[in-house]
């Protein structure tokens, strides 16, 4: 299987940053560019009913190879990477046999990949580690979840003596940017459950995701010559530190971890005469999400009580914790652990402090938890793939696939 680090490496060649402010689907035209290349790729393996629609979302079917009825598994990856950092011109490093020190990205910029800074990376002594060069993101967020499945796909089209029932496989647009389920055909994908392929180290198992929602927040202030603002001046920018100040200091991302949720401060555009900032709310638990959303709410009304009406609120539901659609159904999550242990995987089932498409598609009828694809420190220039595990993903989707049948 050692095409996956082949696919993985022309895949990441592809720049598809995807683009909030974009209005289109995909928000990119690089995505659409890449999804043809992928659709193409597909056909030439011998996948049937390829397609590749206006949207991006690119699907296909490998058909059974077995007499007796089995449900339908799915495979899912997205296509684009984080806006958080550049992923053109991806100049990839290739660190072979890992000796357990810090890695050098880049000499002329003194970026260093260190292990004080990331110890997990002595668990991969001796292994062969892809990096960055330090400039950009690496794009195995998600670009290695599709090598993986291609990989193990054409493994099974290779090997017919490993049964198999009908097998879906989709790639998606613009999940970093929360869109990636928005155009998702489900009848069309066809499939009973799914997996998507887009977390991170060896053993990742997750059904289990945040609530969340986006806080808007547009602030009018009055802008007067300081020189004679005395009485009159409203400064937006205060007002917004001013709310910030009112959010609970042990609830942001930097102070929480496993099952506690946060208020993220993510956007903060001001003058004095006017301020837009945004804010990111998530909670596992949905009683506390609407709390958090609550306690939001409870600070413009004071503000705007206190300055007379100066603020615009907006918040909207993003996604919803899959955890309720998963535990029905929890026979798939029982199937993957199943396969990591058959290959000596250490099954790590815990809560995602995030999303995927799978959240999403959960509420659309077709349960999806997530599996891991081997990456570390995604969305950022210390991003890192270890080779081996990106074997041992396609290894478990080719078991995943192979107990499914039996």
Do not use: W
Request: proline content about 5%; charged content about 25%; glycine content about 8%.
């Amino acid at each position: 299987m050692t095409k996956v680090l082949d696919r993985f490496l022309n895949y990441i060649k592809f720049e598809t940053t995807s683009d909030e402010s974009s209005t289109t689907v995909p928000s990119t035209k690089n995505q659409l560019t890449f999804a043809k290349s992928i659709g193409k790729e597909l056909e030439e393996i011998g996948l049937k009913n390829v397609s590749v629609d206006d949207n991006g979302y690119v699907m296909a079917t490998l058909p059974s190879n077995i007499k007796k009825e089995v449900p339908t598994i799915g495979f899912i990856a997205h296509m684009d990477t984080s806006p958080d950092m550049s992923g053109k011109d991806i100049k990839p490093k290739i660190v072979k046999n890992y000796n357990g020190q810090d890695i050098v990205l880049n000499e002329k910029e003194n970026i260093v990949l260190a292990v004080e800074d990331f110890p997990d990376i002595k668990n991969y002594i001796g292994e062969t580690i892809v990096t960055t060069d330090g400039t950009t993101l690496l794009g195995a967020d998600n670009k290695a979840g599709i090598a993986e499945i291609i990989t193990a796909i054409e493994f099974l089209i290779h090997n017919p003596n490993i049964p198999h029932g009908d097998v879906k496989i989709a790639f998606t647009p613009d999940e970093e940017i929360g869109r990636g389920a928005d155009c998702f055909d489900v009848k069309k994908f066809g499939a009973d459950f799914a997996y998507t392929v887009d977390g991170g180290p060896i053993g990742e198992l997750e059904y289990e995701n945040f609530n969340a929602a986006t806080a808007n927040i547009s602030i009018q202030g009055t802008n007067i010559h300081p020189g004679t603002a005395k009485n009159m001046m409203v400064n937006s920018m205060l007002i917004a530190m001013e709310l910030n100040s009112m959010l609970p200091v042990n609830e942001r991302p930097e102070y929480t971890e496993n099952y506690e949720g946060f208020y993220h401060l993510v956007g903060f555009n001001g003058s004095v005469e006017k301020t837009d900032i945004t804010y990111i709310i998530r909670d596992h638990n949905m009683k506390k999400f609407e709390n958090k959303k609550e306690t939001m709410k409870k600070a413009v009304q004071f503000l705007n009580y206190k300055y007379n009406d100066i603020i615009q609120l907006n918040i909207e539901d993003s996604y919803y914790n899959m955890k309720e659609k998963i535990e029905p159904v929890m026979e798939i999550i029982d199937l993957a652990k199943k396969a990591m242990l058959e290959l000596n995987i250490q099954p790590d089932i815990s809560p995602i402090r995030g999303g995927t498409d799978g959240s999403r598609l959960s509420y659309m009828g077709l349960p999806c938890p997530n599996i891991f694809t081997g990456g570390h420190n995604f969305h950022g220039k210390f991003e890192y793939i270890p080779v081996f595990a990106m074997e041992k993903a396609t290894e478990v989707i080719v078991k995943i696939i192979e107990l499914n049948a039996q």
